[in-house]
């Protein structure tokens, strides 16, 4: 069974950082792309971040472009995403879902989802 | 970037009555050369994280109930669910997988009347 399972979230004051982590279990690690999708209060779903299976390629929203970085340890079957210089608008809930890629567009859609970490920014 | 647009943005239908959420893309989702759309649709039920319900915009995942379907080709898609049942209220996304970045319709909230 597929599992992920998310950590790390909590309470931060703008400018601050914060590292999220999702632990993997149930399939190859390695053979998937994994993204970071964020869901602010009451909003809709918004694509953070993406890393491929190798984690040799990463790409980001240009909302936290410069400002989270994403990351695998293909060992430890965890992804992560580190959080810098945040603020009051990256509020949300943080989900790890695995990619389903698709060609040509390189692009994906999301088979499976943890239950997510909520980040709050706040003084 | 593509731009999803759903609507309605929130829908009341009975037990039993057909629902019907549309999706339409900014741009075509449809790849000629294997003549498939890029759409995605996802159901999150209160509390709970998203769900894959349908991909290729009509392919059902694995374990979606046959009620759930999806049609629609180019810039306009349709989620129905032919039999509405107490668990199907839900919040639904629209998902393009057609060019990076992907993105999400703003979601269609759908209540029991």
């Known amino acids: 069974e597929v599992q992920l399972v998310e950590s790390g979230g909590g309470l931060v004051q703008p400018g601050g950082s914060l590292r999220l982590s999702c632990a993997a279990s149930g399939f190859t690690f390695s053979s998937y792309a994994m993204s970071w999708v964020r869901q602010a209060p009451g909003k809709g779903l918004e694509w953070v971040s993406s890393i491929s299976g190798s984690g040799g390629s990463t790409y980001y929203a240009d909302s936290v472009k410069g400002r989270f970085t994403i990351s695998r340890d293909n060992s430890k079957n965890t992804l992560y995403l580190q959080m810098n210089s945040l603020r009051a608008e990256d509020t949300a809930v943080y989900y790890c879902a695995r990619e389903v890629m698709v060609v040509p567009a390189d692009a994906y859609y999301f088979d499976y989802w943890g239950q997510g970490t909520l980040v709050t920014v706040s003084s | 970037d593509i731009v999803m647009t759903q609507s309605p943005d929130s829908l009341a239908v009975s037990l039993g009555e057909k629902a019907t959420i549309n999706c339409k893309s900014s741009q075509s989702l449809l790849y000629s050369p294997n003549n498939k759309n890029y759409l995605a649709w996802y159901q999150q039920k209160p509390g709970q994280p998203p769900k894959l319900l349908i991909y290729w915009a009509s392919t059902r995942e694995s374990g979606v109930p046959d009620r759930f379907s999806g049609s629609g080709s180019g810039t306009d898609f349709t989620l129905s669910i032919s039999s509405l049942q107490a668990e199907d209220v839900a919040v639904y996304y629209c998902?393009?997988?057609?060019?990076?970045?992907?993105?999400f319709g703003q979601g269609t909230r759908l209540e029991i009347k």
């Open positions: 998902q393009q997988y057609y060019s990076t970045p992907i993105t």
